[in-house]
């Protein structure tokens, strides 16, 4: 391959990423109650498209989706607030995952090709389970886990479908959380606390699960 043309396959995917980066930062010096009670609250449909957008582009840069949880939750209060984030935390996956694939595939191996092998590694055997596993655990990078699917040959639909029931449990939580700024607060708290760490045994429980299947010899 000519250093040309390696330029030309790099470059493209390398500058979308940037840009999602650069538009992320940005995002994150934006996103908080001021925005929402000055551009979200109150402003019907249109309010409501405008921040599943900037909350999906924000998601897909790296941003928190509990954060994001949070801010819905107070938006829109607890049902509607969960469901609106819950579909930006879904967008933002697919987004990140197609940048990494289709654009910044040698640009994201270069810059963060260390970090993605190990999550590479435990993505592939079965994709839809592990990445259920993967979203249920209160630790790790949602930003790292959508770009290591998207370089590796992970098949979408499972990775999306894990993703999304993964991301219930806390997405959940940090409505629940969010919801209850003024009224009943500690027992939303207490309750989102309880699910998060629901959500973490359940992600261990299936973890060991698959890894003592795994283990047991085939019989007949």
């Known amino acids: 391959m000519t250093l040309q043309r390696?330029?030309?396959?790099?470059?493209?995917?390398?500058?979308?990423?940037?840009?999602?980066?650069?538009?992320?930062?940005?995002?994150?010096?934006?996103?908080?109650?001021?925005?929402?009670?000055?551009?979200?609250?109150?402003?019907?449909?249109?309010?409501?498209?405008?921040?599943?957008?900037?909350?999906?582009?924000?998601v897909a840069a790296g941003m928190s989706r509990q954060f994001i949880s949070f801010l819905s939750s107070y938006a829109f209060?607890?049902?509607?607030?969960?469901?609106?984030a819950l579909a930006a935390s879904i967008a933002g996956c697919t987004l990140s995952f197609y940048l990494a694939r289709w654009?910044?595939?040698?640009?994201?191996?270069?810059?963060?090709?260390?970090?993605?092998?190990?999550?590479?590694?435990f993505l592939r055997g079965h994709p839809f389970t592990m990445t259920l596993i993967i979203r249920l655990f209160p630790v790790g990078s949602n930003?790292?886990?959508?770009l290591a699917a998207g370089v590796s040959a992970i098949p979408f639909w499972p990775f999306l479908f894990g993703s999304a029931l993964g991301y219930i449990p806390q997405t959940a939580v940090f409505a629940l959380i969010g919801s209850g700024i003024t009224v009943n607060s500690s027992l939303r708290i207490g309750l989102g606390l309880g699910l998060f760490l629901m959500s973490g045994l359940l992600g261990l429980s299936l973890y060991l699960r698959y890894q003592m299947n795994k283990n047991q010899p085939?019989?007949?």
């Open 218 to 220: 085939f019989s007949r």
């Open 103 to 121: 654009l910044g595939r040698h640009w994201v191996i270069q810059r963060y090709g260390q970090k993605l092998k190990p999550i590479d590694d």
């Open 6 to 58: 390696h330029w030309r396959l790099i470059l493209p995917g390398a500058g979308a990423l940037l840009l999602i980066s650069a538009l992320g930062w940005g995002l994150h010096n934006t996103l908080d109650k001021t925005w929402i009670n000055t551009t979200i609250r109150g402003h019907g449909l249109s309010g409501e498209l405008l921040f599943v957008i900037t909350a999906a582009l924000a």
């Open 77 to 84: 209060g607890l049902g509607f607030g969960f469901a609106l």
């Open 143 to 146: 930003l790292m886990v959508n």
